[in-house]
């Protein structure tokens, strides 16, 4: 469990790529090779726990995530009257969105107080 909760970062986002890469799909038949990748890539941080790695995809998802909360409340704001549907879509965007927020600060800093005396480049495990 003390496992789960010290990679739920990484969970996190590999999640939300991979249902943003299933809702391309079943929505439009396109595949949505960036969520793959993005999936793909935050697995392997999973595994190998590369520290300059975490801090860059702490960072880009940090700052997408930033801009999607933007976004959502734009999004909100184009609504000529304040329906529930509106409200609905404020409130889902930055529970998402700000979950999102939190994990990616979660995840930096994690691997900027990470011990630097590991060899980077060995294939390293640690529980």
């Known amino acids: ?10 969970i996190f ?6 249902a943003w890469a299933a809702e391309n799909y079943l929505a ?11 999936s ?7 595994i190998y726990k590369n520290r300059v790695a975490g801090i860059i995809y702490g960072n880009i ?3 997408f995530s930033l801009y999607m909360l933007g976004a959502v409340y734009s ?4 609504f000529e009257t304040t329906t529930t549907e509106a ?13 999102a927020v939190f994990m990616s600060g979660k995840m930096l800093y994690r691997y900027l107080t990470t011990n630097k005396k ?3 480049n060995e294939f390293t495990i640690s529980f």
Request: cysteine-free; proline content about 2%.
């Open 13 to 18: 986002f590999i999640g939300l790529g991979t």
């Open 61 to 63: 998802l940090g700052i």
């Open 75 to 78: 999004e909100f704001r184009d």
């Open 118 to 120: 590991h060899a980077e």
């Open 40 to 46: 793909w890539l935050l697995f392997l941080q999973l």
């Open 87 to 99: 409200w609905a879509l404020l409130f889902f965007g930055i529970s998402v969105f700000g979950t």
């Open 28 to 38: 439009s038949g396109h595949i949505n090779y960036i969520a793959i990748l993005l």
């Open 1 to 10: 469990m003390k496992r789960l909760f010290k990679n739920l970062p990484e």
